[in-house]
């Protein structure tokens, strides 16, 4: 201990002798480091003045339609009649036919992205490691209107020679959600798959000396101690799923229907939005206007599936030493 003090005495007079010997090093600025901090500020700056940038105009243009005698904001968020032609703007067919096709890509992305996570981080070899990663990088990289061909020439013929032809319309929510989960199992397993990496391994190895398997340990041991990092990968994918467009809007169909029947069709939130800006309506018009109340209530769904993303992450965190 005396040695260690010492030693930490030393240094602080070396250092002090140092800036005596040359004051103008003390007091210079180190200019390169002065750059960096501001750039990343400036990037930080950017990224808060978009999002509040993207909450203004939506809010402002949302404002139009919300605001108007044409439309209530209770009527919008609780009616199950969407037909703005009659002046019915009731939300909930198309909240409805967003979490439906949502519910059904994670059921795909969720378990098949975690296996593939555990495959990855406890089973595979460098070699097999080597193969399946650019595999799932190239799932990635397919644009999301392939996925949306796929699911309308391959999953919907597959479910009605399944489910017959007269129970399943060509259209429909199941179809497009089962390839939405396909589309999202890279991010999934990529996120999945950093977090039951940076479990230490001597977790690994305590468990193995205690007699424990391979996969004992992988799904007792590794997965609960990267279980906030598995969260978050599920909640991502989730505000993945809600986001997402071509798909459900090549495969879902193009009508709003408050229908919980996942062989019929129904058109999302993301769905309408395509539809209806892509269209002839002149600006102003009710039509046109619910676009962007829509895309409000949109990014307060996924606001909010970021929230409870960072407070389950913080709820499960471990830390290890």
């Not at 193969?131 to 209107?145: H, N, Q, S, W, Y």
């Not at 999945?192 to 007699?211: F, I, K, M, Q, T």
Request: aromatic share 10%.
């Amino acid at each position: 201990m005396d040695e260690q003090m010492t030693k930490a005495q030393s240094t602080g007079v070396i250092q002090q002798q140092a800036q005596m010997a040359r004051p103008d090093l003390a007091k210079r600025p180190n200019v390169g480091e002065w750059v960096i901090q501001a750039f990343l500020f400036f990037c930080g700056a950017v990224s808060i003045l978009t999002t509040l940038g993207i909450v203004y105009e939506l809010g402002k243009e949302a404002w139009l339609f919300l605001g108007s005698p044409d439309s209530n904001i209770i009527e919008f968020l609780t009616t199950t009649t969407w037909q703005p032609s009659i002046g019915q703007f009731g939300v909930l067919p198309l909240v409805n036919a967003t979490l439906m096709t949502s519910f059904f890509a994670m059921l795909i992305a969720l378990p098949i992205g975690l296996s593939t996570a555990i495959f990855l981080s406890e089973y595979a070899s460098a070699r097999a490691r080597s193969i399946l990663k650019p595999i799932l990088e190239i799932l990635a990289g397919v644009p999301t209107v392939v996925y949306g061909y796929f699911a309308l020439t391959f999953m919907t013929p597959l479910l009605r020679s399944v489910f017959g032809e007269n129970n399943v319309d060509i259209y429909n929510t199941l179809s497009a959600g089962l390839v939405m989960g396909i589309m999202i199992v890279p991010i999934v397993s990529s996120m999945s798959e950093d977090a039951l990496s940076s479990v230490p391994h001597s977790l690994r190895e305590a468990a193995y000396g205690l007699g424990a398997t391979r996969f004992e340990t992988a799904i007792q041991v590794v997965v609960p101690a990267a279980l906030s990092g598995i969260i978050a990968a599920f909640i991502i994918g989730v505000s993945r799923a809600v986001g997402e467009t071509m798909i459900v809007a090549i495969a879902a169909g193009s009508g709003p229907a408050f229908t919980f029947n996942p062989f019929r069709a129904a058109e999302t939130m993301t769905g309408y939005i395509a539809r209806i800006s892509g269209g002839d309506l002149g600006y102003d018009t009710p039509d046109y206007n619910s676009i962007f109340a829509i895309g409000l209530l949109l990014f307060f769904i996924t606001l909010a599936l970021n929230l409870i993303s960072r407070r389950l992450a913080r709820r499960f965190r471990e830390v290890y030493e």
